[in-house]
């Protein structure tokens, strides 16, 4: 079982809530622990902790870091936080919730494609691939556009709208306007379903058409549009609707 909450020090006596890693046996310490035994073997708080570095006079790192996880439900609540949120957390301030929002931006990107590489997009796999950790624990529907090239190599992923809980309000002025910007030869439009569960609706079937016929008057192709669930996705041009 995964130890996520406050290492238990028999040698401490004080208040739980003020506890700081230095009471702590060295073997104990977060860090210390971490290069000792890996990070797979440390809970979420204790790598939250590491994250964070330090507490305040009031609370401990590590109740600071237990605090932020019961404050937003989950880590991937957390992890979708923005950092005004994060930051008006008693006892974070905004050096610690840029710490934390940089270290899950890096986690996203580590799961991605390296930008610099020119990746070449060729299946909906491949698309899937480069969304799935940016777009899978959105908690309302985000519209965005890949810009590729002749190549298909991507040139940029464009944010186009972001809507509610179920829906995000679609234009295809705004679909292809940072494409005609960026003179893309073609775009691969992705919203998700902040449900999980990646089966379009009638609506998406809609508002595809309206984007491939908008895309033949300006010349830029919409090649696919990805429906983005928890850890899944469906592909319209695979169902046959592009």
């Known amino acids: 079982m995964e130890a996520s909450g406050t290492p238990r020090n ?13 009471a702590l046996p060295r073997e104990a310490r977060p860090r210390e622990r971490l290069c000792q035994v890996g990070p797979e073997a440390l809970g979420t708080t ?9 507490g305040t006079r009031a609370r401990g ?12 439900g989950s880590l991937q609540d957390l992890s979708q936080a923005r950092p005004e949120e994060i930051d008006q957390v008693r006892g974070v301030g905004p050096a610690k919730a840029a710490a934390l929002i940089a270290a899950f931006e890096l986690g996203r990107r580590a799961h991605g494609p390296a930008p610099a ?24 529907e985000h519209f965005r556009a890949i810009l590729v090239n002749t190549k298909h190599e991507v040139m940029a992923v464009a944010e186009v709208a972001v809507g509610n809980l179920d829906s995000a309000p679609i234009h295809p002025r ?7 910007r960026r003179s893309a030869a073609a775009v691969i439009v992705a919203h998700n379903h902040p449900s999980g569960d990646p089966e379009p609706s009638g609506d998406d079937l809609t508002i595809t058409e309206r984007l491939r016929a908008a895309g033949r008057i300006v010349g830029i192709d ?11 996705f469906v592909s319209l041009r695979e169902r046959g609707v592009l």
Request: charged content about 25%; cysteine-free; glycine content about 6%.
């Open 10 to 22: 028999p040698r401490f006596r004080g208040d739980p809530a003020r506890l700081k890693v230095t």
């Open 222 to 232: 919409v090649l696919d549009h990805l429906i983005i669930g928890n850890g899944t």
């Open 174 to 180: 705004e679909v292809f306007k940072e494409a005609v």
């Open 61 to 72: 790192v590590l109740p600071l870091a237990e605090h932020l996880l019961s404050r937003f």
């Open 46 to 54: 204790e790598l939250l902790a590491i994250v964070l570095g330090t």
């Open 117 to 140: 590489s020119r990746y070449a997009i060729r299946t909906p796999e491949d698309a899937a691939r480069l969304l799935l950790p940016l777009m899978r624990y959105l908690d309302r």
